[in-house]
């Protein structure tokens, strides 16, 4: 396995996110409709078919203008959180990209990390709220451990793992964030859409990459 | 399950819904492609504008009160989602003036989101832009944390009274302090009874058994109170507004207005008896109704139930309610 | 069977709703013990009087258009019940006035019953009155007897057209040629979705199954052409807008005004969808819409649908539809 | 049993017909369910408590008066067709009485013909439109038959009857008029509210003569 990517590797993991996201859309739906208004799925569909539209356009102008173009896309294009949220991701992660012309898996976490910093910053959300930021920041914790002797995909699929336990452990969170946040203890038990979706992005990062 | 709506097709909603609107109220508004309503006729530029977004399916609100003497522009969201920050951002672009523009924003999590990537934007700008956040939701408790607290109703008569001041020539200092000091002292309680339909995925927003209502629930179903036995309407005004009155810390010789909003299903005959209620209720306190509203400003589709709104009044604000506007839901002479 | 409605004493409910109704608009209306709702400034005697009657239960008809350029006084029955012949003679006789009164009757066997006899009587005493009956329904067909043809939400129109010359001083003849110059172009029929609840009685107007509506269905429930099979939006409004088309006998280059009155429950988000479907009927027939209106004017409690109402304008028509008045539930500047 | 009657016995006759609306009013907004709007049973109800205000207040100025008062109270107080229906009945009654002193039961059938007739003037209803005239034209036709012989409680029982034999026609008949028009052959086996409660309200005058 190789142990460095190429810019032009980031249109691969897109679009393994968008397969990614439209195999489990309705399930990010039905964790919506118990603590939400059941629309996530939807959400996150619209979001990768403005992400598609984007590698579509630009990807003659090279992935960091993409990456730019598919955040601007997706905050427009799907309604609620996630638009704006996801949108700066993506916006943080082309521009981590710089102009770097290879990345080795170090120079790869800094771009995630650059991404999950962005959301962050909108966010306002702190670990334990119930929200995406619940599998965005082990995954970050994960992304720190990359060395240059790792594969990305190897330090993706980490990631992605990371990302999927955190997930898992909103179930015992009530909810701080979006509209889960007026159920209150209510809410318990069930697993946050937003935080399943991003570990669903990150593995399927990892697949697009593997592929 | 079959929904029980006139529409055509679920994904194009609030398409089919701007282009109606924009048909029926030609002579007041337009609708432009990235779902930005605006007047018709545009304020003269050395007024300041007034700008807000948010999700469609509230109808009415917001859009309907697009025009002279109330908003500028408008950006709409889809069915109960946020417009993304790019429309909103053109927005501010497009209101922008010597006399600058305030930003109405209602407390729900999309809505700060896009609002705030929005005015990142603007402020890289330089464009001259203030927020203003409503929040006047109690159902959390008076004290409850702004993040607890939603926008409801109460972004209504605040663009009323904002958009008055503009008209008058009002600087943006001035009319966003008018703003905060009507944000200040209002509030607003919700009591649902039937719920409602997504009209776009079908699904039911929440459920009440037959003998249940609900005080405190948001305009998107969010949990409020809990469940209690259906009271009487002179009970149910009394218990909301003993609450308000205690929020805006309203005592005898103090004038309010009142709005009572009708969440869809709810009658105007029911309102009016409501209101009634509250009428007799603050009659007894001593407390003055200088303003009110009875009817439909904020809607959440087909669901059962009103939103009671009440704030503290003064003469300035009272002028600025009763000056005159002219938007496709609200008109005064 | 638990009603879910915001209600005090299920007999005392038109009563409560006028104290609310006055109280929410004393700057505009009184409403007297007989329950003749009344303009607060009255209007010079040298003008025209609009008197109409009419059950509770249809709000905001037909009490919240009384007021400047609409009606003088509006009497007030039960729950979807015609007052009786006593209070009606009243109001008459209140009305009465060196310029005389126009008296506008909805065809409904109660309402027509009363309005007779008071009639009558107002004949018998030499007061100067004209009646005028609405009969626009074309569920039985455009050419029914007129026993057949109910007055629906196009009293609403009327009573504005009607009150406009009035308020302009035209004679007791002009403004009764003008009205039924209008009553003679006008069309609505009504379509039915979901039912509503007798307020009083608890009773449930009719049923309709989950994938069913009924078109032609009066305003309490009374039977259209049978149910079907819910349509679109934009097929519902064809299929409709043909049949008041043919009505009205409207071609190429007429002009139109366009009523959506929704029914209760049916969101303004879907007549705005519905409008844009007969904009673009229209727009293929190369009939113009002049004038239009989308929103609650007549209601039947919580029931789910609409009427639609077309009329023929001419520019005298239209100038007096744009007239300005101010009452509880339109306000035209 | 007498063979005529004093003007104050037109005050027992009303209160059987109160009494005797008041025993069926449930069945009369049950039957009104059916065919109308359910509300006949009330809309009678309210037209009696009128009557027997109308008594109380102006037994004193005698039972024309009586009368002519209560037929505008249950103008002004029954909802609907009921009201101004019956209280035109009421108010023929009243003038047909005029300044009688004792009636037999030729001159009792004149005034409750004239009632009759008052209220067929506002009907506008034929026979088989299914309404009150239903039950009231036969009952006309059967007080036609009075003799000088005949008691008058007699006479306006079977008035009563053959009112009762019209509101059964009743079934048979689509409606014509009123709410039920509009259902056309669902009012099919449906008795008329209005002819049945007329048919009770018979009854009632003959019962309260006869007590
Ligand atoms: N401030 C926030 N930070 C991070 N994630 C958030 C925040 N607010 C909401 N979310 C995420 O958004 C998800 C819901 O997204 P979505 O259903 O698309 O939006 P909406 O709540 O507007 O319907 C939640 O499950 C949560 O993970
Ligand atoms: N024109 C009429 N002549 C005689 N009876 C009538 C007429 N119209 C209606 N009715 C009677 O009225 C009855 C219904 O009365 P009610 O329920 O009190 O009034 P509404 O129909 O206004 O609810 C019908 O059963 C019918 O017998
Ligand atoms: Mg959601
Ligand atoms: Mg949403
Ligand atoms: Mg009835
Ligand atoms: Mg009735």
């Known amino acids: ?211 | 399950m079959g929904m029980k709506k006139f529409i055509n097709d679920r994904s194009r909603l609030t398409q089919e819904l701007l282009e109606g609107f924009a048909a029926a109220h030609s002579d007041l508004v337009s609708v432009s492609p990235q779902r930005l309503v605006t007047r018709k006729v545009p304020k003269s530029p050395d007024k300041v504008a007034l700008v807000t977004l948010g999700g469609a399916g509230h109808e009415p609100a917001l859009s309907g009160f697009v025009g002279e003497g109330m908003l500028d522009i408008s950006v709409v969201g889809d069915i109960f989602a946020a417009p993304g920050p790019p429309p909103v951002f053109a927005a501010l672009r497009q209101a922008q003036r010597p006399a600058g523009a305030l930003f109405v924003v209602l407390n729900h999590a999309g809505d700060v989101l896009s609002a705030d990537m929005a005015m990142q934007m603007a402020e890289a700008e330089g464009l001259k832009v203030r927020k203003i956040l409503t929040h006047e939701d109690i159902a959390a408790g008076p004290d409850a944390p702004v993040t607890d607290r939603r926008g409801l109703v109460g972004c209504i008569p605040l663009y009323k009274i904002a958009g008055a001041a503009a008209e008058a020539g009002r600087s943006l200092e001035e009319v966003h302090a008018l703003a905060e000091r009507f944000n200040n002292r209002m509030a607003t309680l919700a009591v649902a009874m039937k719920a409602a339909t997504h009209p776009a995925t079908g699904a039911t927003l929440f459920e009440l058994a037959d003998d249940q209502m609900e005080i405190g629930m948001g305009q998107h179903g969010e949990a409020g109170t809990g469940p209690c036995k259906i009271r009487s309407a002179d009970e149910t005004a009394a218990l909301m507004m003993e609450r308000l009155v205690n929020a805006i810390q309203a005592k005898a010789g103090d004038r309010l207005m009142v709005i009572l909003n009708g969440a869809g299903a709810t009658t105007l005959m029911e309102l009016y008896i409501v209101f009634r209620g509250v009428k007799k209720y603050l009659d007894g306190l001593g407390i003055e109704i200088v303003a009110s509203r009875v009817g439909e400003l904020l809607t959440v589709q087909e669901m059962a139930g009103f939103q009671m709104f009440a704030a503290q009044m003064d003469d300035e604000l009272l002028e600025l309610w009763k000056a005159p506007c002219n938007t496709p839901s609200l008109v005064v002479r």
């Open chain 1, 1 to 211: 396995m190789s142990k460095t990517i190429q810019p032009g590797d980031f249109i691969r993991m897109l679009r393994g996110a968008a397969a990614k996201i439209r195999a489990n859309h309705d399930r990010l739906s039905k964790l919506d409709s118990a603590i939400g208004d059941g629309d996530h799925g939807i959400a996150m569909l619209r979001a990768m078919e403005a992400v598609e539209r984007a590698i579509e356009e630009y990807s003659c102008a090279g992935p960091k203008e993409v990456l730019a173009k598919a955040g601007w896309a997706v905050m427009s294009a799907a309604g609620g959180s996630t638009g704006p949220l996801l949108g700066s991701f993506l916006m943080g992660l082309g521009a981590g990209l710089g102009e770097a012309v290879e990345l080795d898996s170090p120079a790869l976490a800094a771009v995630v990390q650059r991404g999950i910093g962005q959301m962050h910053s909108h966010s306002k959300a702190q670990a334990g709220d119930k929200t995406m930021m619940d599998a965005l920041l082990p995954a970050a914790a994960a992304l720190a451990g990359a060395t240059a002797e790792m594969a990305p995909a190897e330090l993706l699929t980490r990631a992605a793992e990371a990302a999927a336990r955190g997930a898992e452990s909103t179930k015992d969170m009530p909810a701080k964030f979006g509209r889960a946040r007026h159920l209150g203890p209510r809410a318990l038990g069930h697993a946050d859409p937003g935080a399943t979706s991003m570990a669903l992005l990150l593995a399927g990062f990892a697949e697009g990459l593997a592929r």
